[in-house]
């Protein structure tokens, strides 16, 4: 293979690798947001509207439904992130008890990471 042809591969698998990345990252950070937030009304209606040609009536009955359910969801992510918490630092407190002190010292740096990291899922409000 000519060594325009291996550039032209490596180009268009690096292009693939970085749209499946950023794709992943999107979804993940959609699906964040779903759970944080509740449901895009607009996007949803859109998209529904676009896949099953909703006349105006439905869409106003749509967008009633999902702002009941948004609320509903809401409550429900806050009462899981509660209880994912508890269990995460139950977690992570028996696992120190099998560390000695400098493995001790790096799990909680490590963990201190993550949750900076991770902040909707420590406990931790965003202001996004």
Same mark, same amino acid.
């Given at each position: ?27 993940? =950070? ?11 009304? &607009? @996007?949803? !209606? $859109?998209? +529904? ?7 105006? =009536? ?11 359910? &948004? @609320?509903? !969801? $809401?409550? +429900? ?52």
């Amino acid at each position: 293979m000519s060594s325009r042809a291996s550039w032209l591969v490596a180009g268009a698998i690096a292009g693939f690798l970085g749209g499946v990345w950023w794709g992943g990252r999107h979804e993940l =950070s959609a699906h964040r947001r779903f759970w944080r937030e509740g449901p895009d009304i &607009k @996007v949803m !209606i $859109a998209k +529904l509207t676009n896949r099953f040609q909703l006349d105006p =009536s439905q869409q106003a009955a749509v967008r009633q439904v999902l702002e009941s359910y &948004k @609320v509903r !969801i $809401a409550a +429900l992510h806050q009462e899981t992130r509660s209880k994912f918490r508890a269990v995460q630092l139950s977690m992570r407190s028996d696992i120190e008890k099998a560390l000695n002190p400098d493995q001790r010292r790096r799990f909680r740096e490590r963990t201190a990471a993550w949750d900076a990291r991770h902040p909707d899922l420590a406990g931790k409000t965003t202001s996004r």
